[in-house]
């Protein structure tokens, strides 16, 4: 399987609340058999703004969700990812440093700020 998609943290949320954009994507990179990846710092940020029912959506998102991948934060990202925090949060960074590095897509619901990270609108998904 191949990484083709990184969630930030906001399409981590919305995911958790329903969306039905971030559930599409989720299903179409499953489908042809890519990976979505999911930072472990964006599920940590998502946790701290939900209710039971959407953690309830994101235990499922990081444990059952076909073709999903949780990425841990490696010490080789650390640097990068806390300089780019500081003009978002270290979820957003964490997966801007992940998108760039696979130079994959990345799926936001707050594509003002990670277009403020990313050069390539191209490489941008609104969800």
Do not use: F, N, W
Not at 10 to 21: E, K, L, R
Not at 107 to 117: H, M, P, Q, S
């Amino acid at each position: 399987m191949t990484l083709q998609v990184v969630l930030d943290t906001s399409a981590v949320a919305a995911y958790a609340h329903g969306s039905v954009a971030v559930g599409e994507l989720l299903m179409m990179v499953a489908e042809e058999g890519g990976q979505a990846g999911v930072p472990a710092t964006c599920v940590a940020e998502a946790y701290a703004e939900v209710d039971e029912v959407a953690a309830a959506m994101l235990a499922h998102l990081t444990a059952a969700a076909p073709g999903v991948v949780v990425l841990p934060m490696e010490l080789k990202d650390a640097a990068p990812i806390g300089l780019t925090s500081r003009l978002s949060s270290l979820g957003v960074a964490h997966a801007v440093v992940a998108a760039k590095g696979a130079g994959v897509y990345i799926a936001t619901a707050d594509g003002k700020t990670v277009r403020r990270l990313i050069r390539d609108d191209r490489m941008v998904i609104d969800v």
